[in-house]
């Protein structure tokens, strides 16, 4: 099993997703992420840009199996499609592989039965149609009404019981790495297709729409092709690390399994606890970061993602 990571700074730069504490702490956790992983995965891999391997490679000395600099294709994307890195990563895998958010903390590696299935992810996200913070509802009706293009898997797909399904991917992957490659390309496909950019350029929360793209175009995907008899993806099926949401807070602990979700990332408390994690575990790793943040290298063009 492959472990990987990705990371387009052009987001960043463009202050679209700050939403660490301080740098430091964005670069810790990139340390503890990488570190903690790489001694359960001795495969890694990591999908990014210049100026990220910049500073986590070449500043840092993470070290990964393999370092792609695909993601400077993106140079030109609409820095709202924040994470479409995260999907352009997964297009490149050739393996079974696990993407792993840099904020996501494998203290255990992942049960082996979960890393042998055709696709998993952290868990599954369930949510009322029409009232959730996917909005597949808003973008298909956009796409009809300025006559732009959706994949026939978000066309057909179905809320069941008037609830939406999507997968919560703080970690992505399976052993059925076509179909993976599939369902990026396709979310890929969706966003940059010429006769949806129009569409795009007049909704007003891009940055949101963006987890509808990653996470429920996963269970879009899934959902269609299991129904097709005659689709080479009709037989994958999907497995989770933890039942539900309240699952994973329930039993995270007990699983070594560590997600900084959302606004988590810049509570004191757990920056502290990350900060101390690091410095503990990691103390060459934590004391190249402080040099680096010390550096007149910190204020370089390579470094300006991190504010």
Known sequence: MRAVWSLWTKPLKAKRRM??????????????????ASRHYADTCLVADDEAAAVLVDALGLRFG???????????????WWAIGKLYAQAEQDRPYVHIDSDVF???PLPEPLVHTAVFAQNPEISLYGASYYRPESIEHDIRRHGGWMPEEFEHYM???????????????????DFMRYYAQR??????????QSVWAQRPRRDQDFVTFEQLMLSACLAYHQA??????????????????DDALARANARGY??????????????RHLEDAVARHFPERYRR??????????????????G
């Open 258 to 271: 560590t997600h900084l979700a959302a606004d988590s990332k810049r509570d004191p408390d757990m920056s």
């Open 106 to 108: 494998l203290w255990e």
């Open 187 to 196: 979310a890929i496909d969706f966003i940059e297709h010429p006769a949806n």
């Open 228 to 245: 097709q008899a005659g689709s080479p993806f009709a037989g994958v099926t999907m497995a989770h690390l933890f039942d539900s949401h």
């Open 19 to 36: 939403s660490w504490l301080t740098p430091r702490h964005h670069l810790l956790a990139w340390v503890l992420s990488v570190e903690l």
């Open 159 to 177: 809320p069941f019981g008037g609830e939406l399904r999507a997968e919560n991917c703080g970690i992505v992957g399976g052993t059925r790495v």
């Open 289 to 306: 970061v402080v040099d680096f943040l010390a550096s007149p290298e910190r204020n370089g063009p390579s470094s300006a993602w991190l």
């Open 66 to 80: 393999t370092v792609s600099l695909g993601l400077n294709a993106l140079d030109a994307h609409d820095p709202d």
